[in-house]
């Protein structure tokens, strides 16, 4: 089966092409223009969306040595994400399926995140611990099969990489956060400043508003004000250690407190944030306590792409799943693999 998938959902235009899971093109455009607002901007976004997809597609079929008449499946992003941006892709990709009579699968953007380690030569398996940590949400799951993924947990306030971008603006490093707290950590020390973990209420939750307030707090009592230039270069770095180890714990803990009452096969951490190398270490730390199988996908398949997308959309069809171009005209946010736990 041959998948062409289609990704737009944020500041990534990615095109995919997928051969009976092996990945031929995962070709990521990232809109780097939008460091100058300090975040993504909507309508600028969809622009570029726009500007880029059509030679995009032409480049990955290239590289993947494939014409559209190769193609078996289309799939696209159909949320969450930014919905101006989501339309070009989707409907660039639908608008594709039907001139050329392909089956379209519209693709939930977590669920790409949560198979992503699919992609990988190991995979994982089922049933399988998932940690999806990326800048919109910060989900523990348990995926009992393709169909099937039993939601144990989720942030109540901020998403994990929503916190990292924040704090990263509130200290002065700018945009995007996680790369650049993570850099700051290297040099900084990690016990300096007790940042707080949150103890939830629901088991399996996560909440990063607290930790935020306390560098804020921190930083207005320590300096005076969140100014950038007030703050040395080494306490800055502190900083950072301390915080990005504050919210791994906060992960982990969670993470581990699954594995005591889940009987898992393997443990996966995808999404964006799962680029952060002191919680991909501590991630297989876990997995090795625990003798579980670890699988976290390259950097390539952590941060939006669409070979996660294709992948998601061969394992539904795979599955049995039946899709209808006429009936799924406009993008959709929600899943309906998704099961809520009664913990
Ligand atoms: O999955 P993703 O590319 O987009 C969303 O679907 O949200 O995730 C982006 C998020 C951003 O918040 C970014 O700061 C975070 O992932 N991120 C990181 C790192 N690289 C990206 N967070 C921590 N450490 C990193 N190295
Ligand atoms: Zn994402």
């Known amino acids: 089966m041959i998948v062409l998938g289609i990704e737009s959902s944020c500041d990534e235009t990615s095109v995919a092409v997928l051969k009976d899971g092996t990945v031929l093109s995962n070709l990521i455009s990232s809109q780097d223009f939008h460091i100058n607002f300090g975040g993504v901007v909507p309508e600028l976004s969809s622009r570029a969306h726009i500007q880029i997809i059509s030679s995009l597609v032409k480049e990955a079929l290239a590289k993947a040595g494939c014409s559209l008449d190769d193609i078996d499946v289309i799939g696209a992003t159909a949320g969450p994400g930014l919905i101006g941006a989501l339309l070009v892709g989707y409907t660039f990709a639908r608008?594709?399926?039907?001139?050329?009579?392909?089956?379209?699968?519209?693709?939930?953007?977590?669920?790409?995140?949560?198979?992503?380690?699919?992609?990988?030569?190991?995979?994982?398996?089922?049933?399988?611990?998932?940690?999806?940590?990326?800048?919109?949400?910060?989900?523990?799951?348990?995926?009992?099969?393709?169909?099937?993924?039993?939601?144990?947990g989720s942030t109540v306030?901020?998403?994990?990489?929503?916190?990292?971008?924040?704090?990263?603006?509130?200290?002065?490093?700018?945009?995007?956060?996680?790369?650049?707290?993570?850099?700051?950590?290297?040099?900084?020390?990690?016990?300096?400043?007790?940042?707080?973990?949150?103890?939830?209420?629901?088991?399996?939750?996560?909440?990063?508003?607290g930790v935020k307030t306390s560098v804020l707090r921190y930083i207005q009592s320590a300096f005076g004000a969140p100014k950038t230039t007030l703050i040395p270069e080494e306490q800055l770095n502190d900083i950072a250690a301390s915080f990005q180890f504050a919210v791994v714990r906060a992960l982990i803990d969670k993470c581990e407190l699954a594995l005591k009452n889940f009987e898992v096969a393997s443990l996966s951490l995808v999404g964006g944030v799962a680029a952060n190398e002191e919680l991909r270490k501590s991630f297989f730390q876990l997995g090795a306590k625990y003798k579980k199988k670890v699988v976290i996908p390259k950097l390539e398949y952590c941060g939006d792409n669409a070979a996660m997308i294709a992948f998601r959309a061969q394992s539904l069809i795979l599955a049995g799943e039946k899709f209808s171009i006429e009936s799924d005209a406009f993008p959709n946010f929600s899943s309906k693999y998704f099961i809520n736990a009664s913990l």
């Open 95 to 152: 608008g594709l399926a039907y001139a050329k009579k392909k089956i379209f699968v519209p693709v939930n953007h977590i669920e790409g995140h949560i198979f992503s380690g699919f992609l990988m030569e190991v995979k994982p398996i089922f049933p399988l611990l998932v940690l999806a940590v990326s800048g919109g949400h910060t989900l523990l799951l348990l995926a009992k099969s393709f169909t099937e993924i039993i939601k144990l």
């Open 157 to 209: 306030d901020d998403a994990a990489g929503e916190a990292f971008d924040k704090v990263a603006k509130m200290i002065g490093l700018g945009y995007p956060g996680g790369p650049k707290i993570q850099a700051a950590a290297e040099n900084g020390n990690n016990r300096k400043i007790q940042f707080p973990i949150a103890d939830m209420k629901g088991k399996y939750d996560f909440s990063f508003s």
